[in-house]
Protein backbone atom coordinates (compact mmCIF):
# COMPACT_ATOMS: atom_id res chain seq x y z
CA UNK A 1 0.00 0.00 0.00
CA UNK A 2 2.98 2.29 0.82
CA UNK A 3 4.70 1.94 -2.16
CA UNK A 4 1.52 2.04 -4.17
CA UNK A 5 0.73 5.39 -2.82
CA UNK A 6 4.52 6.76 -3.06
CA UNK A 7 4.12 5.46 -7.24
CA UNK A 8 0.64 7.47 -7.53
CA UNK A 9 2.73 10.86 -5.90
CA UNK A 10 5.05 10.88 -9.00
CA UNK A 11 2.37 11.53 -11.26
CA UNK A 12 0.27 13.56 -8.31
CA UNK A 13 2.98 16.11 -7.40
CA UNK A 14 4.10 16.82 -10.92
CA UNK A 15 0.37 17.51 -12.77
CA UNK A 16 -0.32 19.72 -9.37
CA UNK A 17 2.91 21.85 -9.77
CA UNK A 18 2.28 22.20 -13.49
CA UNK A 19 -1.61 23.25 -12.61
CA UNK A 20 -0.92 25.17 -9.59
CA UNK A 21 2.08 27.13 -9.96
CA UNK A 22 0.37 29.41 -13.00
CA UNK A 23 -3.31 29.11 -11.27
CA UNK A 24 -1.85 31.14 -8.58
CA UNK A 25 0.26 33.12 -10.50
CA UNK A 26 -2.86 34.44 -12.64
CA UNK A 27 -4.77 34.92 -9.41
CA UNK A 28 -2.40 36.78 -7.63
CA UNK A 29 -1.91 39.07 -10.89
CA UNK A 30 -5.98 39.86 -11.09
CA UNK A 31 -6.48 40.11 -7.27
CA UNK A 32 -3.40 43.23 -7.24
CA UNK A 33 -5.25 44.74 -10.17
CA UNK A 34 -8.57 45.32 -7.91
CA UNK A 35 -11.05 45.08 -9.94
CA UNK A 36 -12.71 41.76 -8.83
CA UNK A 37 -15.95 44.33 -6.92
CA UNK A 38 -14.31 43.43 -3.70
CA UNK A 39 -13.40 45.63 -0.62
CA UNK A 40 -9.88 47.04 0.01
CA UNK A 41 -9.52 45.02 3.25
CA UNK A 42 -10.79 41.86 1.89
CA UNK A 43 -8.39 42.62 -1.22
CA UNK A 44 -5.35 42.75 0.78
CA UNK A 45 -5.87 39.33 2.44
CA UNK A 46 -6.84 38.04 -0.79
CA UNK A 47 -3.45 38.65 -1.96
CA UNK A 48 -1.57 37.67 1.35
CA UNK A 49 -3.22 34.55 1.19
CA UNK A 50 -2.87 34.21 -2.53
CA UNK A 51 1.81 35.22 -2.23
CA UNK A 52 1.85 32.52 0.61
CA UNK A 53 -0.02 29.65 -1.32
CA UNK A 54 2.45 30.76 -4.35
CA UNK A 55 5.82 30.48 -2.04
CA UNK A 56 4.26 26.92 -0.62
CA UNK A 57 3.97 25.77 -4.28
CA UNK A 58 7.85 26.62 -4.67
CA UNK A 59 8.99 25.79 -1.43
CA UNK A 60 7.42 23.04 -0.60
CA UNK A 61 5.97 21.32 -3.31
CA UNK A 62 8.72 21.53 -5.74
CA UNK A 63 12.02 22.09 -3.40
CA UNK A 64 11.03 19.35 -1.15
CA UNK A 65 8.37 16.72 -2.23
CA UNK A 66 9.42 16.20 -5.84
CA UNK A 67 13.14 15.58 -4.92
CA UNK A 68 11.67 13.12 -2.44
CA UNK A 69 9.57 11.48 -4.70
CA UNK A 70 12.38 11.45 -7.43
CA UNK A 71 15.17 10.91 -5.31
CA UNK A 72 17.09 9.00 -8.21
CA UNK A 73 17.03 12.21 -10.14
CA UNK A 74 17.66 14.45 -7.67
CA UNK A 75 19.80 12.76 -5.74
CA UNK A 76 22.11 15.28 -5.40
CA UNK A 77 20.15 17.63 -3.52
CA UNK A 78 21.47 15.37 -0.49
CA UNK A 79 25.10 17.51 -1.23
CA UNK A 80 23.24 20.51 -0.39
CA UNK A 81 24.01 22.15 3.28
CA UNK A 82 20.60 24.49 3.70
CA UNK A 83 18.18 22.41 4.51
CA UNK A 84 17.17 23.63 8.15
CA UNK A 85 17.07 27.12 6.41
CA UNK A 86 14.79 25.08 4.19
CA UNK A 87 12.41 24.36 6.76
CA UNK A 88 12.42 27.32 8.22
CA UNK A 89 10.64 29.43 5.32
CA UNK A 90 8.70 26.12 4.52
CA UNK A 91 7.16 26.36 7.76
CA UNK A 92 7.17 29.82 8.33
CA UNK A 93 5.03 30.54 5.15
CA UNK A 94 2.45 27.63 5.60
CA UNK A 95 1.99 29.19 8.96
CA UNK A 96 1.69 32.72 7.61
CA UNK A 97 -0.94 31.27 5.12
CA UNK A 98 -3.10 29.36 7.89
CA UNK A 99 -2.82 32.70 10.06
CA UNK A 100 -3.66 34.84 7.49
CA UNK A 101 -6.90 32.62 6.81
CA UNK A 102 -7.71 33.25 10.32
CA UNK A 103 -7.05 36.73 10.51
CA UNK A 104 -9.62 36.97 6.70
CA UNK A 105 -12.04 35.04 8.61
CA UNK A 106 -11.88 37.62 12.27
CA UNK A 107 -12.17 40.79 9.34
CA UNK A 108 -15.33 39.12 7.88
CA UNK A 109 -16.77 38.15 11.49
CA UNK A 110 -16.17 41.81 12.63
CA UNK A 111 -17.46 43.10 9.23
CA UNK A 112 -20.68 41.04 9.45
CA UNK A 113 -21.61 40.91 13.16
CA UNK A 114 -19.95 43.59 14.89
CA UNK A 115 -21.40 47.11 13.25
CA UNK A 116 -19.90 49.23 15.71
CA UNK A 117 -16.49 47.90 15.36
CA UNK A 118 -16.60 47.50 11.47
CA UNK A 119 -15.27 50.88 10.23
CA UNK A 120 -12.09 50.92 13.17
CA UNK A 121 -11.04 47.23 12.13
CA UNK A 122 -12.22 46.84 8.33
CA UNK A 123 -9.83 49.37 7.13
CA UNK A 124 -7.35 48.97 4.52
CA UNK A 125 -4.35 50.46 7.14
CA UNK A 126 -5.55 47.89 9.77
CA UNK A 127 -5.01 45.04 7.10
CA UNK A 128 -1.36 46.07 6.05
CA UNK A 129 -0.51 46.32 9.93
CA UNK A 130 -2.21 42.87 10.82
CA UNK A 131 -0.61 41.26 7.83
CA UNK A 132 2.77 42.55 8.63
CA UNK A 133 2.80 41.43 11.96
CA UNK A 134 1.14 37.92 11.66
CA UNK A 135 4.45 37.71 9.08
CA UNK A 136 6.64 38.71 11.86
CA UNK A 137 5.43 36.59 14.32
CA UNK A 138 5.62 33.29 12.01
CA UNK A 139 8.89 34.30 10.86
CA UNK A 140 10.41 34.82 14.73
CA UNK A 141 8.33 31.63 15.89
CA UNK A 142 9.95 28.94 13.35
CA UNK A 143 13.69 30.43 13.81
CA UNK A 144 14.19 27.29 16.19
CA UNK A 145 14.08 24.66 13.06
CA UNK A 146 17.18 26.26 12.19
CA UNK A 147 18.85 24.63 15.26
CA UNK A 148 16.62 21.98 15.69
CA UNK A 149 16.85 19.94 11.99
CA UNK A 150 20.36 19.75 10.81
CA UNK A 151 21.71 20.90 7.30
CA UNK A 152 21.36 18.11 5.72
CA UNK A 153 18.98 16.36 3.02
CA UNK A 154 17.25 12.82 3.44
CA UNK A 155 15.74 11.64 0.61
CA UNK A 156 14.12 8.82 1.98
CA UNK A 157 9.88 8.59 1.46
CA UNK A 158 9.08 8.26 4.92
CA UNK A 159 10.93 10.32 6.83
CA UNK A 160 12.05 13.73 7.18
CA UNK A 161 13.67 16.03 5.06
CA UNK A 162 15.63 17.04 7.31
CA UNK A 163 18.25 15.20 9.66
CA UNK A 164 17.23 15.94 13.00
CA UNK A 165 20.01 16.85 15.30
CA UNK A 166 21.18 14.22 18.21
CA UNK A 167 20.61 17.26 20.71
CA UNK A 168 17.53 17.62 19.49
CA UNK A 169 16.37 13.76 18.98
CA UNK A 170 17.27 13.03 22.62
CA UNK A 171 16.39 15.48 24.37
CA UNK A 172 12.33 16.63 25.73
CA UNK A 173 12.44 20.23 24.16
CA UNK A 174 12.18 18.62 20.88
CA UNK A 175 9.10 16.50 21.62
CA UNK A 176 7.76 19.79 23.55
CA UNK A 177 8.19 22.01 20.51
CA UNK A 178 7.04 19.44 17.97
CA UNK A 179 3.69 19.23 19.80
CA UNK A 180 3.69 22.85 20.38
CA UNK A 181 3.98 23.34 16.41
CA UNK A 182 0.95 21.03 15.36
CA UNK A 183 -1.21 22.29 18.24
CA UNK A 184 -0.94 26.47 16.90
CA UNK A 185 -0.75 24.74 13.16
CA UNK A 186 -3.26 24.28 12.49
CA UNK A 187 -5.20 22.95 15.80
CA UNK A 188 -5.51 26.54 17.43
CA UNK A 189 -6.58 27.85 13.41
CA UNK A 190 -9.27 25.20 12.95
CA UNK A 191 -10.96 25.99 16.04
CA UNK A 192 -10.96 29.51 15.54
CA UNK A 193 -12.59 29.15 11.62
CA UNK A 194 -14.95 26.93 12.78
CA UNK A 195 -16.09 29.10 15.62
CA UNK A 196 -16.07 32.35 14.13
CA UNK A 197 -17.74 30.64 10.97
CA UNK A 198 -20.50 29.29 13.27
CA UNK A 199 -21.28 33.22 14.79
CA UNK A 200 -21.38 34.71 11.38
CA UNK A 201 -23.68 32.37 9.50
CA UNK A 202 -25.77 32.16 12.76
CA UNK A 203 -25.65 36.04 12.64
CA UNK A 204 -26.97 35.77 9.01
CA UNK A 205 -29.61 33.49 9.42
CA UNK A 206 -30.86 34.98 11.85
CA UNK A 207 -30.85 38.58 10.22
CA UNK A 208 -32.74 37.08 7.31
CA UNK A 209 -35.27 35.94 9.26
CA UNK A 210 -35.89 38.97 11.13
CA UNK A 211 -35.66 40.36 7.09
CA UNK A 212 -37.84 38.01 5.63
CA UNK A 213 -40.71 38.71 8.41
CA UNK A 214 -40.68 42.67 7.74
CA UNK A 215 -40.70 42.27 3.90
CA UNK A 216 -42.92 39.55 3.85
CA UNK A 217 -43.17 35.73 2.29
CA UNK A 218 -43.05 37.39 -1.42
CA UNK A 219 -40.90 40.16 -0.65
CA UNK A 220 -41.80 43.72 -1.61
CA UNK A 221 -43.67 43.86 -4.51
CA UNK A 222 -42.06 40.41 -5.54
CA UNK A 223 -39.04 41.97 -6.47
CA UNK A 224 -36.16 39.96 -5.55
CA UNK A 225 -34.25 40.94 -2.35
CA UNK A 226 -30.55 41.77 -3.11
CA UNK A 227 -29.58 41.92 0.77
CA UNK A 228 -30.28 38.47 1.67
CA UNK A 229 -28.27 37.41 -2.20
CA UNK A 230 -25.39 39.55 -0.87
CA UNK A 231 -25.51 37.82 2.60
CA UNK A 232 -25.91 34.60 1.07
CA UNK A 233 -22.48 35.46 -1.08
CA UNK A 234 -21.10 36.05 2.12
CA UNK A 235 -21.37 32.82 3.58
CA UNK A 236 -20.05 31.33 0.67
CA UNK A 237 -17.29 33.03 -0.16
CA UNK A 238 -16.53 32.64 3.68
CA UNK A 239 -16.45 29.23 3.44
CA UNK A 240 -14.67 28.78 0.23
CA UNK A 241 -11.99 30.45 1.44
CA UNK A 242 -11.60 29.74 4.66
CA UNK A 243 -12.36 26.07 5.17
CA UNK A 244 -11.50 25.23 1.87
CA UNK A 245 -7.94 27.50 1.89
CA UNK A 246 -7.20 26.21 5.78
CA UNK A 247 -7.70 22.49 4.64
CA UNK A 248 -5.56 22.11 1.35
CA UNK A 249 -2.78 23.88 3.45
CA UNK A 250 -2.86 22.27 6.48
Given at each position: ?????????????????????????????????????????????????????????????????????????????????????????????????????????????????????????????????????????????????????????????????????????????????????????????????LLLNSLTVRNILVANRARQRIRGPNGVGGQKDLELESRKNSI???????????????
Amino acid sequence: MLWTLFDIQKYYYPILAFIGLPVNVITLVILSRGKCGLSSCVNHYLIAMSVTDLLIIIVDLIMRRLPIVFSTQFHFVTKLKVCNIHAVLLYGVTDCSVWFTVAFTIDRYVAICCSKLKAKYCTKKKAAVIITAVTAICCLKNIFWYFILGDGYTLLPYSWFCYITNRAFYTPFWSTIQSLHHVLTPGVPFFLILLLNSLTVRNILVANRARQRIRGPNGVGGQKDLELESRKNSIILLFVISEIHLYAVS
